[in-house]
């Protein structure tokens, strides 16, 4: 059963934004403004940083004001043409795009592991991630080699694989 109380048909997904200095709040943005059918199979929400976000869509060409934060994912509305985001953290909006920072490398992991507390608390059904960049996480003192690593580690996992 999910825990959409909207539509118990479909799972609350949180999609984590990625590295903020790399294509994560791009993709993110062309997904979740471009492809409205999506919102039929899941209710979405971004777990990320609004600024990034609001800089992604404005070099699309779109409205900034389509970026809404919510407080958690149970404000979550999934309405067409918007771009719903808890805030994690402190603004990443500083970060210039394309350039390897220490700041993007925190944020990212930050973006998964608020996702994983929203997962083990229930509150979602699950999570969708956006790249991150290693070497921008290990500037930032997170040594995990990537997400499979860091979610395993966020859910106690001990035998774990990636799988394409």
């Known amino acids: 059963m999910s825990l959409n109380t909207q539509t118990p048909s479909i799972p609350t997904l949180a999609v984590t934004l990625g590295d903020v200095a790399g294509i994560g709040p791009e993709i993110t943005a ?11 199979r899941a209710r979405l929400f971004v777990v990320g940083d609004a600024g990034a976000l609001r800089k992604a869509v404005r070099a699309l060409g779109r409205d900034e004001a389509s970026v809404r ?24 909006e500083h970060v210039p795009l394309g350039e390897l920072h220490a700041d993007a490398g925190d944020g990212s992991v930050r973006f998964v ?13 699950g ?3 956006a790249p991150l ?13 990537g997400h499979t690593e860091l979610l395993a580690h966020e859910f106690n996992v001990k035998t774990f694989s990636l799988v394409l």
């Open 133 to 145: 960049n290693k070497a921008a996480m290990h500037m930032a003192g997170h040594k995990w080699p």
């Open 30 to 40: 062309k997904m979740l403004l471009g492809h409205d059918e999506l919102r039929q």
């Open 69 to 92: 934060v919510i407080d958690g994912p149970e404000h979550a509305s999934n309405e067409a043409g918007t771009i719903e985001v808890l805030q994690a953290g402190p603004s990443l």
């Open 113 to 125: 592991t608020t996702a994983c507390a929203l997962a083990r608390e229930g509150r979602i059904d």
């Open 127 to 129: 999570i969708v991630t």
